[in-house]
């Protein structure tokens, strides 16, 4: 669909798709049924079965949310696709949601990292992505059982493609906006909503990734030691990269993220942290290697997010977290 003409959205959203059944899909999916809208997870094969079967249960309500596979035909349209996968699917994500997406459907993502809205406008139309950040949530999956204590927020914007000539939001915006009101979803409207998502990539890359190699939760990454070092020394990577892209990040957006940490529960652990403790691949693609491909882009040294590169990119060879840190398989 890129290069064509692409009309507005609708003004008022009535379905939503879901890919992505982890900790936040779910967890949105949940909010989205609880305020009657039509709403269902998107899936195919052996995963759309294993969806239908599961008893799935967010803070302990049991919630049958639908699942529509696109590859059997017959369902219309839908009017948002919000997009909770990670970031090494999204590829085989937008293909699957091909077949149930129009020119007036409207893209949502909350995939960490920089480039999830770029994957989506070209595989579809930039004017039909808005651009999203997820922050201060704190969802855990074990199983078919999600729980949260917080659903954090959305900030949400126009990017270059759907921003109006007078500063006023789209139609895509101020309809999704209206949905998330519905839902009782917290969100915001940032004036610069580019700076917004290169601090989430600051904040991801820092106490995700800190974390992830020395097993601390939210309340170890506060108190001073080896894991809170680490995640500054990450941090100040991103900073320096950021500049060299023209971003103006700096010691204030650092400020701004240890603000943030101090409102996580002590025992709250990273989704990078969740994702080594059960074996899954991590993002370390989309944080420390992002970090290193843009180092070497402007010649700068980025010797802790190689680190990270390294380790974590044989997650496949861990287990788990024992001890405080990565227990590898021998």
Known sequence: MSGKRVVGGPTTISSVAVVGAGALGAMYAAHLADAGIDVAFVATGDRADRLRRAELAVNGTPYDIPVVDPTTGGHAPFDLVLVAVKAQQIDDSLDLVAPVVDERTTFLSVLNGLDSERAIGERFAPEQVLLCIALAMDSDREGTAVRYTSPGRLEIGDG???????????????????????????????????????????????????????????????EPGPARELMDALQQEVVTVANAEGVDLGPEDVRRWYAVLDGQPYDGRTSMLQDVMAGRPT???????????????????????????????ASSQVSGVQDGGLTPVL
């Open 160 to 222: 270059p493609a759907t921003r109006t000539g007078d500063g006023s939001p789209s139609e895509r915006l101020v309809a999704v906006q209206e949905l998330l009101d519905r839902a009782g979803l917290a969100w915001e409207a940032p004036a610069d909503i580019e700076h917004q998502m290169w601090w989430k990539f600051l904040v991801n890359v820092g106490g995700n990734q800190a974390s992830a190699v020395t097993g601390a939760t939210y309340g170890q990454l506060r």
């Open 283 to 313: 993002e370390v693609d989309v944080f420390a290697g992002r970090v290193v491909e843009l180092g070497a882009k402007h010649g700068l040294p980025t010797p802790y997010n190689q680190c990270m590169l390294w380790l974590l990119a």
